[in-house]
């Protein structure tokens, strides 16, 4: 038992500091001493990244380690990748992610991708400037239930109420839950563009998430 501690307090340590070689090196670890895949995540990585998420709020942490604690975490979870599909584990949900047609901006979305893939979701990454029919395409598909836009510009916001029309017209809108971010956006405006609902950080992304799926936060 104190080994799979041991395991589980590198790896927590690991995600806070940002370090994707002692992640993998101490996932690895926790596996040597017989954590599940599953336990890993939940027990050790889900939390790591919820303090985070607290670090950020209270201004300790930006952007730049938000990004190096998201590539960390995800650094373990593509070694447990593998052992989840062999044991049959499903996925929390599939998510598609993506930043809307003329927005080339990434940085938030990336993170977010990261962050799912962490919670246990299978995350689908269409990149950024992606039109709506690429969006449609990837929920039919993946078989998505989850679908993130981003739009970091203002002039960009039209083209999130452009694809969600276009997801109404291709009768997929009920397929998924939506949900939208990016800094020129507020709940306000996802409401009145018919979204399920409104991240104001990227460290929201799973709790959201869980919650429009019904499941734990």
């Known amino acids: 038992m104190a080994d799979k501690k041991a395991a ?18 101490a996932t690895k670890e926790a596996i040597a001493a017989g954590v599940a895949p599953l336990a890993i995540i939940a027990e050790f990585m889900v939390p790591a990244m919820a303090e985070v998420g607290k670090l950020f709020e209270a201004e300790e942490y930006f952007v730049p380690e938000l990004l190096l604690t998201g590539r960390a975490m995800k650094a373990g979870v593509e070694i447990l990748r593998p052992l989840l599909a062999a044991a049959g584990e499903k996925p929390s949900g599939v ?10 901006h990434d940085i938030g979305k990336n993170l977010v991708v990261a962050l ?24 039919k598909e993946f078989k998505a239930n989850i679908l993130g836009m981003s ?49 104001a950080s990227a460290v929201d992304a799973v709790k959201i998430a869980n919650k429009l799926l019904g499941k734990a936060a």
Request: hydrophobic share 45%; charged share 20%.
């Open 116 to 139: 799912l893939e962490g919670g246990g979701y299978e995350v689908h990454d269409l990149g950024n400037d992606v039109e709506p029919e690429k969006f449609i395409a990837a929920i």
């Open 8 to 25: 589980g307090k590198k790896l927590y340590d690991a995600i806070l500091a940002g370090d994707s070689d002692d992640s993998v090196a």
């Open 151 to 199: 739009a970091m510009l203002t002039v960009s916001m039209p083209a999130m109420k452009t694809t969600m029309d276009a997801l109404i017209a291709a009768g997929v809108r009920n397929q998924v839950k939506i949900l939208v971010g990016g800094a020129p956006l507020d709940a306000r405006y996802a409401a009145e563009i018919g979204a399920d609902a409104y991240g």
């Open 95 to 104: 998510a598609i992610v993506g930043t809307v047609h003329g927005d080339v």
